[in-house]
C-alpha cells in the first residue's frame, strides 16, 4: 500500500492564479529533488478559493525528507501571503479500484 500527502488550500479570494503558479513552482522543484514525485492540484468546483493537492510517496521517510527541506519550507513560505489557511496531511492507503485492482 502506498503513503500519500494531502493538502488543502484556501486561498485569498482573487489570489487563485497566483497561487496554482507558485503551486507549480513548488513542484517542479520538488521533482528535481525527487524525481518520481507525482502530484495533482484540484480546484474545488463548490468552495471557489479552496484547493486540494495530492500525491504518491514510496515512503513515511521520504514525506518527511521532502517536508524537512529548505526547499519545501522556502516554498510554503513563499505561498503563506496568498492562505487564507493550510493543512497538511500524511495518508496510508486503505483500499483503492482501478489498475489491476478487481
Same mark, same amino acid.
Given at each position: ?7 488543502? #488550500?484556501?486561498? &485569498? *479570494?482573487?489570489? %487563485?492564479?497566483?497561487?496554482?503558479? !507558485? ?8 521533482? +528535481? =529533488?525527487? /524525481?518520481? !514525485?507525482?502530484?495533482?492540484?484540484? &480546484?474545488?468546483?463548490?468552495? /471557489? ?6 500525491? /504518491? #510517496? +514510496?515512503?513515511? %521517510?521520504?514525506? +518527511?525528507? #521532502?517536508?524537512?527541506? !529548505? ?5 510554503? %513560505? ?5 492562505? +487564507?489557511?493550510? %493543512? /497538511? &496531511?500524511?495518508? =496510508?492507503? !486503505? ?6 485492482? *478487481?
Amino acid at each position: 500500500m502506498s503513503v500519500y500527502t494531502l493538502g488543502i #488550500w484556501l486561498v &485569498h *479570494p482573487g489570489r %487563485e492564479n497566483d497561487f496554482v503558479q !507558485a503551486w507549480r513552482d513548488l513542484a517542479r522543484k520538488t521533482k +528535481e =529533488d525527487f /524525481p518520481h !514525485a507525482k502530484a495533482v492540484l484540484m &480546484h474545488d468546483h463548490d468552495v /471557489p478559493n479552496r484547493f486540494i493537492s495530492t500525491g /504518491p #510517496w +514510496e515512503s513515511i %521517510e521520504q514525506i +518527511e525528507q #521532502w517536508r524537512a527541506s !529548505a526547499m519545501y519550507k522556502q516554498g510554503v %513560505e513563499a505561498m503563506r501571503e496568498l492562505l +487564507e489557511h493550510f %493543512e /497538511p &496531511h500524511t495518508l =496510508d492507503e !486503505a483500499a483503492s479500484i482501478g489498475g489491476d485492482t *478487481p
